[in-house]
């Protein structure tokens, strides 16, 4: 078999590989509040499969839990995965709904997109963002991932993680950030409770950023400030800065933290 016969293959190999994701997605999605629980004949009704295919990725979602199957003759339900995932999801735009108003008060008083982000493992996830209204202006868009050790919004999270230094090394990798060197720059972040970037992610954009935390005294996500250099130099990011602190106490204070001291202050 000649290499570029091989090459034809492997890319057929992914090509399918492709499809059988969005045919799975298409029988998820064929289960609704009032279908919550169907055949493999009443789904095959609803998807453009084969019966042979059907099963095959039938089993396949039983096997990681997005499927269960109850009965006789056999029916299937979403499963613990689903729920998992919606629980996920859900959380997230409670917390947007919460931290609204305190976004809209930043985003009011800098004229600048205002973001919030929640960590996920080694990313950040953007769940709330308020573009900057200016022609000028630096946004991502909710649904935004990006390593959690790159990035002013990134690294206000990360500080207060206490992750180990192996999780550390996990993080960075791939990167190009020294493992050492990002240590330093999270301790001077846990000192002075803040985090910034300059021209980090994108050329001439500055960010700054905060963290904020839970009734439990852990942190649950951060948020951030970005704009052109050209609008955000020394003495407007220290005023940004100081907004940003005062109103990570109050989304602190409505997530639960209490009457205690943050970190960010």
């Given at each position: 078999?000649s290499s570029s016969r091989g090459v034809v293959v492997a890319t057929t190999d992914k090509n399918e590989n492709v499809r059988a994701v969005?045919?799975?997605?298409?029988?998820?999605?064929?289960?609704?509040?009032?279908?919550?629980e169907l055949s493999a004949s009443e789904l095959l009704k609803r998807v453009d499969l084969s019966r042979p295919t059907l099963y095959r990725?039938?089993?396949?979602?039983?096997?990681?839990?997005?499927l269960i199957s109850v009965g006789e003759p056999q029916r299937f339900r979403l499963g613990a995965s689903v729920a998992r995932l919606a629980?996920?999801?859900?959380?997230?735009?409670?917390?947007?709904?919460?931290?609204?108003?305190?976004?809209?008060?930043?985003?009011?008083?800098?004229?600048?997109?205002?973001?919030?982000?929640?960590?996920?493992?080694?990313?950040?996830?953007?769940?709330?963002?308020?573009?900057?209204?200016?022609?000028?202006?630096?946004?991502?868009?909710?649904?935004?991932?990006?390593?959690?050790?790159?990035?002013?919004?990134?690294?206000?999270?990360?500080?207060?993680?206490?992750?180990?230094?192996?999780?550390?090394?996990?993080?960075?990798?791939?990167?190009?950030?020294?493992?050492?060197?990002?240590?330093?720059?999270?301790?001077?972040?846990?000192?002075?409770?803040?985090?910034?970037?300059?021209?980090?992610?994108?050329?001439?954009?500055?960010?700054?950023?905060?963290?904020?935390?839970?009734?439990?005294?852990?942190?649950?996500?951060?948020?951030?400030?970005?704009?052109?250099?050209?609008?955000?130099?020394?003495?407007?990011?220290?005023?940004?800065?100081?907004?940003?602190?005062?109103?990570?106490?109050?989304?602190?204070?409505?997530?639960?933290?209490?009457?205690?001291?943050?970190?960010?202050?």
């Amino acid at each position: 078999m000649s290499s570029s016969r091989g090459v034809v293959v492997a890319t057929t190999d992914k090509n399918e590989n492709v499809r059988a994701v969005g045919r799975a997605l298409e029988i998820l999605l064929a289960f609704t509040a009032q279908d919550f629980e169907l055949s493999a004949s009443e789904l095959l009704k609803r998807v453009d499969l084969s019966r042979p295919t059907l099963y095959r990725l039938l089993y396949t979602l039983q096997e990681h839990g997005f499927l269960i199957s109850v009965g006789e003759p056999q029916r299937f339900r979403l499963g613990a995965s689903v729920a998992r995932l919606a629980h996920v999801w859900t959380s997230s735009l409670d917390l947007a709904a919460v931290a609204e108003p305190v976004l809209r008060r930043i985003w009011r008083a800098t004229g600048e997109t205002v973001a919030m982000f929640l960590p996920q493992r080694e990313l950040r996830l953007c769940v709330a963002e308020l573009p900057s209204p200016q022609p000028l202006n630096f946004k991502r868009g909710v649904g935004y991932t990006e390593r959690i050790v790159r990035g002013a919004t990134g690294r206000a999270i990360l500080a207060y993680m206490g992750a180990t230094a192996e999780e550390m090394s996990s993080y960075a990798k791939g990167t190009g950030i020294n493992p050492k060197e990002l240590e330093v720059e999270l301790a001077r972040t846990r000192k002075r409770g803040w985090a910034s970037s300059h021209s980090e992610l994108i050329p001439g954009a500055v960010a700054v950023a905060v963290p904020f935390f839970d009734r439990n005294a852990a942190v649950a996500g951060s948020i951030g400030v970005f704009g052109p250099e050209v609008r955000l130099g020394a003495e407007r990011l220290k005023q940004i800065t100081k907004l940003l602190q005062e109103e990570s106490k109050n989304l602190s204070a409505m997530l639960g933290y209490g009457s205690k001291e943050t970190n960010a202050a």
